[in-house]
């Protein structure tokens, strides 16, 4: 999935292509292909949920199912109405990734910049968590569901190590004052960076303090935790790290840096 927004859509590229096409007449068998689907090119997020990747109790027991289905069916399900509301007020094209939207957040209202973030962070969150390993922390390639090749590689020259990396996540996330988020993000560079965020803003934002593409994101907002940890935020953070998806994070490093 591309999800850098530096780089211009698949589906803007193809808009730009075909209204060139037309002007000058070129329309050979590959435009007639895509006048006939303009609609499925988008690439990156959209502006509805997407099926959840796996049951509600697959996180089970670090993540509980009971949280896992409000915090999907009702809190993000809330974010994704809101944008999409927000959206038709605002006047803006869902078929552009929304990626394109949060890029220039400056430029919209609160209820776009908190739903956006809100849809946007949390289509991030379910796509990098998976079935929990046993293990506890990574701590090297080749342990299962480990950071490895490229992206094991970027860690250790950003961090200085795995654990100085997780250990930096982990502060992020514990010290964010009242809601928010914590990343891993691609910064321009290449380098890789850890940020937080309050509430629902993200590096995509122009008004973010440190931009960049997201790879790697935990929501410290208390809805995502309260029920199953109360007031132990430190617990569930540590216990994150168990039903990281590993593999989905390096597709989306990948994805960043080519
Ligand atoms: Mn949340």
Redesign the pocket.
């Known amino acids: 999935m591309k999800t850098n927004p530096s780089n211009p859509s698949r589906r803007e590229f193809l808009t730009t292509t075909t209204k060139a096409g037309l002007t000058v007449g070129l329309l050979g068998t590959a435009f007639s292909d895509l006048l006939a689907h303009p609609h499925q090119q988008v690439v990156g997020t959209g502006f509805t949920q997407t099926p959840l990747p796996y049951a509600y109790t697959a996180l089970e027991p670090h993540i509980d199912a009971r949280t896992m289905e409000i ?1 999907y069916s009702k ?2 399900a809330a ?1 994704a109405s809101n944008l999409r509301d927000a959206a038709k007020e605002e006047g803006v094209d869902t078929a552009q990734p929304l990626e394109q939207v949060l890029g220039s957040i400056s430029k919209y209202s609160a209820k776009m910049r908190n739903n956006g973030g ?1 849809h946007y ?2 289509e991030l ?1 379910w796509s990098i968590l998976g079935a929990p390993t046993e293990g506890g922390l990574p701590t090297a390639a080749g342990t299962p569901n480990a950071p490895e090749g490229a992206l094991l590689k970027a860690l250790k020259t950003s961090f200085g190590s795995y654990e100085a990396f997780v250990s930096q996540f982990e502060t992020a996330a514990k010290t964010r004052f009242g809601s928010g988020w914590a990343w891993l993000l691609v910064d321009a560079s290449g380098k890789l960076v850890v940020s937080s965020t309050p509430n629902q803003d993200n590096p995509l934002m122009d008004i973010a303090e440190i931009k960049g593409t997201p790879i790697l994101g935990l ?1 410290v ?1 208390e ?2 935790y309260y029920l199953h940890y109360q007031n132990r935020r430190p617990d569930y953070v540590t216990a994150f790290w168990k039903v990281v998806n590993w593999k989905a994070v390096a597709d989306r490093f990948a994805a960043a840096t080519t």
């Open positions: 915090h809190h993000a974010y809100g962070n949390h969150f929501d907002w809805h995502a």
